[in-house]
């Protein structure tokens, strides 16, 4: 079984930066495609960032480009996401997601079979 925890969330002011992280436990996620999904009051749960098994293939959601970074530490188990220079549409429940084993990233929140009870993230303008 795996599980994911997500940490690293807080309030912060507009301009700021954060950076959450997505601690795995039960099983080593070394060859698990994984992604960092956001949900605002309202809205759907949207991909924010993806990373394959390896690191070498990322995807950002448009919104977040340029301010948004997403990592992964295969030997710690442990999945990344340094955001800087933070708005206040990025007021969100960020949570992790990982995929079963395999080439690739995915975009899709079905595309995940596990993921993380979330960690809120609030951004004051």
């Known amino acids: 079984q795996v599980q994911l925890v997500e940490s690293g969330g807080g309030s912060v002011q507009a301009g700021d930066s954060l950076r959450l992280s997505c601690a795995t436990s039960?099983?080593?996620?070394?060859?698990?495609?994984m992604a960092w999904f956001r949900q605002a009051p309202g809205k759907e749960r949207d991909v924010v960032a993806a990373?394959?098994?390896?690191?070498?293939?990322?995807y950002y959601a448009d919104s977040v480009k340029g301010r948004f970074t997403i990592s992964r530490d295969n030997a710690k188990n442990t999945l990344y996401l340094q955001m800087n220079d933070l708005k206040p549409e990025d007021a969100a429940v960020y949570s992790c997601?990982?995929?079963?084993?395999?080439?690739?990233?995915?975009?899709?929140?079905?595309?995940?079979?596990?993921w993380g009870q979330g960690t809120q993230v609030t951004v004051s303008s």
């Open positions: 997601g990982a995929r079963p084993a395999g080439p690739g990233i995915g975009l899709r929140i079905t595309d995940y079979s596990y």
């Open positions: 039960g099983r080593t996620l070394s060859a698990y495609p």
């Open positions: 990373i394959s098994w390896s690191g070498i293939l990322t």
